[in-house]
């Protein structure tokens, strides 16, 4: 007689922010039930993102997303589709992309596969510098608003701190804040 296979009850796994460096990431925690758009949305919080664009999973070589019914790609719909479908093993590796005009592309591993603990709520347990801010171009374009800010000098300082303010600090990261964030997160409709 085979035995059962027990369904994952959480998975801890650490994103990461691809061409920056050094880099942006962070360790977080979410149910194994978690729905893709559920998933999302906690990437979005984890993160500092703001939910402005669209976005994109990518399992090998298959995506999924929200599709658009006025630009057909072989993107498929991430609606209904659970987290656990996807991931079999620790240590696989999967995208996230975010704002397909800055492509903030994201590196995704499975740390660990949580058994026999019942995981409820997503949860971030550390990480490691700012995200930047939303619609600065990218990756290169996130390089040169740094360069402008930290010098008084460059021609773009003033621009770029009258854009964000003086208080944007590239290496905060603040951990309570983040989990009060997830804390708000209307779980029975991200679940579905």
């Not at 009850?9 to 977080?28: D, K, M, T």
């Not at 990518?58 to 996807?86: A, H, I, Q, S, W």
């Not at 939303?134 to 009258?162: K, N, Q, T």
Request: charged residues 30%; negative net charge.
């Amino acid at each position: 007689m085979r035995g059962s296979v027990q369904a994952p009850a959480g998975f801890q796994l650490r994103i990461e922010l691809r061409e920056i460096l050094p880099p942006i990431w962070r360790r977080f925690l979410v149910p194994g039930a978690i729905a893709l758009p559920g998933l999302h949305r906690v990437i979005q919080e984890v993160m500092g993102w703001e939910n402005y664009h669209l976005h994109i999973f990518r399992f090998g070589e298959k995506e999924y997303g929200v599709p658009d019914p006025d630009y057909p790609t072989e993107m498929r719909n991430e609606k209904g589709r659970r987290l656990r479908e996807f991931l079999r093993d620790e240590g696989v590796v999967f995208g996230y992309e975010y704002d397909f005009g800055n492509r903030w592309e994201h590196d995704i591993v499975v740390e660990r596969i949580v058994t026999g603990v019942e995981v409820t709520d997503a949860v971030c347990l550390e990480g490691g510098r700012s995200c930047p801010p939303e619609d600065v171009g990218g990756p290169s374009g996130y390089m040169d608003y740094l360069e402008a800010l930290r010098d008084p000098s460059h021609p773009d300082h003033r621009e770029m701190v009258a854009w964000r303010g003086p208080s944007f600090n590239p290496e905060r990261f603040d951990l309570a804040m983040i989990n009060q964030r997830l804390s708000h997160l209307p779980w029975s409709r991200q679940r579905r």
